[in-house]
C-alpha cells in the first residue's frame, strides 16, 4: 500500500466515527438539532415539547450473521429490534422505519418472504411501520435500517446525564447473547461437515439461542419506567458489552462507575453454557455484547421505585470522574475495567478471545 495512504483499521471503530464526527464539525447547525453524533440515536425537535430520534444500523452477512446459522425470519426480527434498541435507549417510542437492502444472487425468493415475515413480526410488535427503502445486489446479504422515535422533550434521556452519588442499572439478564453465540460457533463446528443440509438445532438451549438469533429491544422496560414514574439520569443499550457501554456513559456524563460484579443478572441457562465451556460468565455480559438490553443511572432518590421494578437490577455506582471505570468483585476487590468490547477494526485486536471467550467470525457484535 501506498504510503500516502492510511489503513482504516489503525484508527478503529470509535476513531473512524471520531475522525469522520470532526470532518463534519463546520457545518452549519440546524436550530433543532438537540444531539448530533454520540449518543444512541439523534435527537431534533419538530414540535413544542415534541422531539424525534433517528438512527441506523447495519446487519452484514460474514460481518454481523452467517446465512446459514440464522433463520431469515428472524434475521430480518433481529435487523429491527437493533435499531429499537437504540430509539428506545433515549426514552423514545419507534414510528418508521426505512432500509437498505443489498441482495446476493444466490437468494431465494422465500428466503426474503422470511426476512420480510420477521420485519413484519418486529414492526408489528414494536408498533411501528416500514414506510421504505432501497433494493440493491450485493455480493453478500447487506440490511441497513433507519428508525425514527417519538419522544416527549421532557422524557428525553441521552447517555450524558449521569451524576456522581446516582446508581447505575441494567434490565433483564446479561450474557446470554454471547453464551448463544458460543452454542451456535459449537454446534457449526461439530456439524460442518454435513455442510448445506445442516439445520440448526434451535430446541436445545433455546433462550440463550434465541437471545443471539432473535433479540428483543426493550421497549417494554421504557414503558414500565413511565409506569413506575422512573426517569433515568442517563440510558444507553448493550451492543457491545456492559464494560464498553459504562465507559460510554461515563464518557459523556464526565463522570467515573464502578460495577459489582457479583451483581451482574445471569440466566441459568447462560450459567449452564458458561459452565459447559468453563468460561467466566462474568467475562460473558461485560465484554460479549449483542444483549440489547438497558444500561442506565438513576438519582438515589428514585432507586425504591428501580427496586420494586421487575427485571431491573442495580449493579453499580457513579462516581467522581477520577475514580475511573472500575469492577468490584470480593475476590479481586476494585480493579480498572477495560472497555474491550467487540470494535470493529479495533486497532488493538482486543476482542472477545482476550478474556477466554473463542474468535467469532460472526463478530461479536
Ligand atoms: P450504537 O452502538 O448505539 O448504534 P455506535 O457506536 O454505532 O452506536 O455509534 C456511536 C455514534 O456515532 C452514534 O451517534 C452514531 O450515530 C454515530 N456514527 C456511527 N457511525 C457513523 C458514521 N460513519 N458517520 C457519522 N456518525 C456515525
Ligand atoms: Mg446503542
Known amino acids: 500500500m501506498s504510503e500516502h495512504f492510511t489503513p482504516v483499521s489503525t484508527l478503529g471503530e470509535f476513531g473512524i466515527i471520531q475522525r469522520m464526527s470532526d470532518r463534519l464539525v463546520d457545518l452549519p447547525r440546524s436550530s433543532g438539532l438537540i444531539e448530533g453524533i454520540g449518543d444512541d440515536a439523534a435527537v431534533y425537535k419538530v414540535s413544542e415539547g415534541t422531539l424525534h430520534v433517528i438512527t441506523t444500523d447495519a446487519l452484514i452477512e460474514g460481518v454481523h450473521f452467517d446465512r446459514t446459522f440464522i433463520p431469515m425470519s428472524f434475521l430480518g426480527f433481529k435487523s429491527i429490534s437493533v435499531n429499537v434498541s437504540d430509539v428506545v435507549a433515549m426514552n423514545a417510542k419507534p414510528l418508521y422505519a426505512t432500509i437498505a437492502l443489498g441482495i446476493p444472487r444466490n437468494m431465494s425468493v ?102 443471539q438469533l432473535r433479540p428483543n429491544a426493550r421497549l417494554d422496560m421504557i414503558e414500565a419506567f413511565k409506569k413506575a414514574g422512573i426517569r433515568p439520569t442517563s440510558m444507553i443499550d448493550i451492543s457491545d458489552g456492559i464494560a464498553s457501554e459504562v465507559h460510554h456513559i461515563a464518557i459523556r456524563s464526565g463522570v467515573g462507575a464502578t460495577v459489582r460484579i457479583p451483581a451482574l443478572p445471569f440466566d441459568p441457562e447462560t450459567r449452564l453454557v458458561a459452565d459447559q465451556f468453563m468460561d467466566d460468565i462474568d467475562a460473558y455480559a461485560l465484554f460479549g455484547g449483542e444483549d440489547y438490553e438497558l444500561l442506565f443511572t438513576v438519582d438515589p432518590s428514585e432507586v425504591s421505585k428501580v427496586d420494586a421494578l421487575e427485571g431491573v437490577s442495580v449493579i453499580g455506582n457513579i462516581e467522581e470522574a477520577a475514580r475511573g471505570v472500575r469492577a468490584y468483585s470480593p475476590e479481586t476487590g476494585l480493579l480498572p475495567l477495560h472497555p474491550a468490547g467487540y470494535q470493529h477494526f479495533d486497532p488493538n485486536e482486543v476482542n472477545p478471545d482476550d478474556f477466554d471467550l473463542p474468535p467469532s467470525k460472526n463478530g461479536a457484535k
Do not use: W
Not at 141 to 167: P, W
Open 110 to 211: 422465500e428466503m426474503l418472504d422470511g426476512l420480510y415475515d420477521g420485519i413484519k413480526m418486529a414492526c408489528k410488535k414494536y408498533g411501528m411501520e416500514l414506510v421504505g427503502g432501497d433494493t440493491t445486489t450485493a455480493h453478500a446479504l447487506y440490511i441497513s435500517i433507519t428508525v425514527v422515535g417519538e419522544v416527549a422533550e421532557r422524557d428525553v434521556v441521552f447517555r450524558r446525564g449521569a451524576n456522581v452519588g446516582d446508581f447505575l442499572c441494567v434490565t433483564g439478564d446479561v450474557g446470554g447473547a454471547y453464551a448463544g453465540l458460543k452454542v451456535l460457533l459449537d454446534q457449526r463446528q461439530a456439524l460442518k461437515d454435513l455442510g448445506e443440509d445442516y439445520e440448526p438445532d434451535l430446541e436445545a438451549l433455546q433462550y440463550v439461542i434465541q437471545r
